[in-house]
């Protein structure tokens, strides 16, 4: 084989390598972007929240999040596991969520912050009643 053949295969190999990396990274996309580009249409919907309070101990329960608002506002409904009359306020951003610093009726206060990743939501917050202060981990899934 002679020099103008093998750096023309050696060529043809490198533009092979390069247009499959391409096509590869092309069909990479971001679990946490939602295709409407809105953030919190990957929060929405029935979740099944297992909690580990440092007062309560372990708990199950539903909580329901629906968009609020035309920003980046979702309410988490049976927050806490305190009914479904009782909400958070949260932010969304990404896959990141925030709880910013609330007072919730019935007394109770919180704030905190979770991750989304795949069909879970990993959660801390905090919450205080009557002075008494829990922190509670949480994931919600699907």
Do not use: H
């Not at 190999?13 to 295709?35: H, K, M, R, Y």
Request: charged share 15%; hydrophobic share 30%; with cysteine.
């Amino acid at each position: 084989m002679d020099i103008s053949n093998k750096l023309m295969r050696k060529l043809k190999v490198q533009l092979f390598t390069v247009s499959a990396c391409i096509l590869l990274l092309a069909s990479c996309t971001d679990e946490n972007t939602s295709p409407t580009g809105d953030d919190r249409d990957n929060f929405t919907g029935t979740w099944t929240c297992s909690e580990q309070s440092t007062i309560n101990g372990s708990s199950t329960f539903s909580v329901t999040i629906s968009k609020i608002g035309d920003l980046d506002s979702v309410s988490i409904k049976n927050f806490y596991g305190l009914g479904p009359n009782y909400s958070a306020i949260a932010l969304i951003s990404g896959g990141s969520i925030t709880i910013p610093n609330q007072s919730i009726q019935g007394g109770y206060t919180t704030y905190g912050d979770g991750l989304k990743s795949n069909s879970k939501i990993n959660f801390t917050y905090y919450v205080n009643f009557s002075g008494v202060s829990d922190t509670v981990t949480a994931v919600y899934s699907k």
